[in-house]
């Protein structure tokens, strides 16, 4: 389908001045916009923010990790703050670096911090932890075991928003990408980085072309097409600026019931993200294959459902990643997710999808 900028500009106009209109004075982030009002507008809640651990069979050395918290693949956390509890008074170094980038045997950031009973300790954040980075807590003093019973009972919990790893990167325009686990939390394989995700790569695709793109990525594993719904409902992808839009989502409708609701799901969603963004281009993914028996009675359905709904909207493109990549156990080691590999393989479909769609690649 080619990309006509009259259709869907005429039918949005006004809304679509009002909104630019208020986005002009912030594009490409504005010099103006903080890292925390940043956090506040284009960030995503991070989840499973808390780590345990306890005495009840053995002894706690000094020395031990405690545990540790950072970002997962491609993500950068905004954290604001810490709590920690203890049972018992015991002295706890938190230490804030990238293991992978320490050399000479250089030792991490450290802050003593006394934990104990009857009390949190609170600590105030308010920085950036990038992708591969972590706060981890060593413990400083020795914990004799519980007998069979927690008298230990370490905490630690966080406060924080995600974004993706170039959050800082100064560029004109923004990609608005909205997905589930296989654009937002999972490659299987080591050793992997965000680097590897396809959006990751359709942007420095196109920084290598000289348009220069940030990412603003939204969503999480297990994510169906009902869970944007809600999303785009409590304001979570009403950003300032979106100069293009990508929605990956139909992997996590695994049953006939979850294709329905993306019947009636997929155009709310689309309406809501035209009410916001009329004029930008458009770019809706199908998902990728799957091993087991829901690639045939759910997957297959719903791309070809997926393409018809598509094929009728104005400025917008369907690309399918059901032959992004071989189905094959080696590419899909646990049915549904893919190695790096493979999703350079949806990265190529898209690029090759967006090249050879008339007029689309002048407007991104």
């Not at 008074?89 to 003593?112: K, T």
């Not at 394989?189 to 348009?211: C, E, M, N």
């Not at 049915?335 to 690649?361: C, E, P, W």
Request: net charge negative; charged share 15%.
């Amino acid at each position: 389908m080619a990309f006509d900028p009259d259709a869907q500009e005429l039918a949005g106009a006004a809304l679509g001045a009002g909104l630019a209109a208020a986005r002009a004075t912030t594009a490409g982030r504005g010099a103006s916009a903080s890292f925390q009002s940043n956090a506040a507008r284009e960030g995503f809640q991070a989840t499973n923010t808390r780590i345990t651990y306890a005495n009840t069979s053995a002894a706690v050395a000094v020395g031990t990790v405690l545990g540790a918290i950072g970002p997962g693949l491609g993500q950068a956390l905004y954290v604001t703050s810490l709590a920690l509890t203890s049972d018992i008074e015991v002295l706890v170094h938190m230490q804030r670096g990238n293991a992978n980038l320490i050399a000479n045997a250089a030792s991490p950031g450290i802050a003593p911090l006394k934990v104990g009973p009857g009390r949190a300790t609170i600590v105030e954040i308010f920085e950036y932890v990038r992708e591969k980075e972590s706060i981890s807590f060593v413990l400083r003093t020795a914990v004799a075991t519980g007998a069979g019973t927690n008298t230990f009972n370490f905490e630690a919990g966080f406060h924080s928003q995600r974004f993706t790893n170039d959050f800082a990167f100064e560029a004109p325009k923004v990609m608005l990408v909205i997905g589930d686990s296989l654009s937002n939390t999972t490659i299987l394989g080591t050793p992997v980085y965000g680097y590897d995700f396809w959006h990751a790569a359709f942007q420095r695709w196109l920084r290598s072309i000289g348009k220069h793109y940030r990412r603003v990525v939204k969503g999480d594993g297990g994510w169906k097409t009902s869970h944007a719904v809600i999303a785009l409902k409590c304001g979570q992808f009403d950003i300032l600026q979106a100069d293009a839009i990508m929605v990956m989502l139909g992997t996590n409708e695994t049953v006939l019931a979850d294709f329905e609701s993306t019947e009636t799901g997929l155009p709310a969603l689309v309406a809501g993200l035209r009410e916001m963004y009329p004029t930008q281009p458009l770019i809706l993914m199908g998902p990728p294959p799957r091993l087991d028996a829901i690639e045939a009675s759910v997957m297959q359905p719903l791309r070809a459902w997926e393409a018809t709904y598509a094929d009728g909207l104005s400025n917008t493109l369907y690309v399918s990643f059901a032959d992004a990549f071989a189905a094959n156990i080696t590419n899909l080691p646990d049915n549904v997710h893919t190695i790096a590999s493979g999703q350079a393989g949806m990265f190529a479909k898209l690029r090759d999808s967006v090249t050879a769609t008339a007029g689309l690649l002048a407007r991104l």
